[in-house]
């Protein structure tokens, strides 16, 4: 069965701080990709990067960063040097190589950074 | 570049009537996704194309529920006598392909959809 869960529902933290999102996922396939998106308040769902299973190495992108332990089914999402605007919800999502397009949604973390 | 676009982005229905949702998505992608997005059900796929032909509707809900992609640039989703029910955002997403490479969705800004 595939799955993906997101255990915190909201986080809060200062202003220039780092933050990590969890993420566990379940999986049967051996080759899987795993995508971190965030929702702004007004709506829009924006890519922010991304981790093919058969990478070892950890993604970046600008101050967007994933800690990925595959032995544990762990897809982490590290925001470094926080700004206001980073305040959204961030859902974690995966999909099968063998499933071709279906995307399987975490249930999303709020963040709120605080000034 | 511009994204994926989505027209009207607030329509407001009276219960019976038809609303149909427009998409665009971005030029040289094959792959176009319809979701709904509520606060208790969370993202639901809906449906999917590739290459402007439908793959997959198993998320659409059956009757009243009609997507279509007639050419390459747009997509619709068509809700026939809309029911209170109905009321969430629509997105449109699009990729370059899907299979066995790591292609992400882009999502158009969505139509938010509130039912009298």
């Known amino acids: 069965a595939q799955k993906v869960t997101q255990t915190q529902t909201s986080i809060s933290v200062m202003e220039k701080t780092t933050v990590t999102m969890d993420c566990v996922y379940e999986?049967?396939?051996?080759?899987?990709?795993l995508f971190w998106y965030k929702q702004t308040a007004s709506g829009e769902i924006v890519f922010l990067i991304r981790?093919?299973?058969?990478k070892k190495e950890n993604a970046t992108v600008g101050h967007y960063s994933l800690n990925f332990q595959k032995p544990k089914s762990s897809i982490g999402l590290i925001i470094t040097a926080t700004q206001i605007e980073d305040s959204a919800v961030y859902f974690c999502?995966?999909?099968?190589?063998?499933?071709?397009?279906?995307?399987?949604w975490g249930s999303g973390t709020k963040l709120i950074i605080k000034p | 570049n511009a994204g994926v676009i989505q027209t009207p982005r607030h329509k407001v229905t009276g219960k019976g009537q038809e609303a149909t949702l427009w998409c665009e998505p971005i030029s040289g992608h094959s792959a176009v996704f319809w979701y709904r997005q509520t606060i208790v059900q969370g993202l639901e796929f809906l449906t999917y194309f590739r290459n402007q032909a439908p793959i997959d509707d198993s998320g659409m809900p059956k009757e009243r529920f009609s997507a279509q992609m007639p050419n390459q640039s747009h997509s619709t989703l068509k809700i026939q006598s809309t029911q209170p029910q109905d009321s969430a955002v629509y997105l449109c997403?699009?990729?370059?392909?899907?299979?066995?490479?790591?292609?992400?969705?882009?999502f158009g800004p969505g139509t938010r959809l509130t039912v009298l």
């Open positions: 999986t049967q396939d051996s080759s899987y990709f």
């Open positions: 981790q093919d299973s058969y």
């Open positions: 997403a699009s990729s370059l392909g899907t299979g066995g490479s790591s292609y992400e969705q882009y």
């Open positions: 999502a995966m999909r099968e190589a063998d499933s071709n397009y279906q995307l399987i």
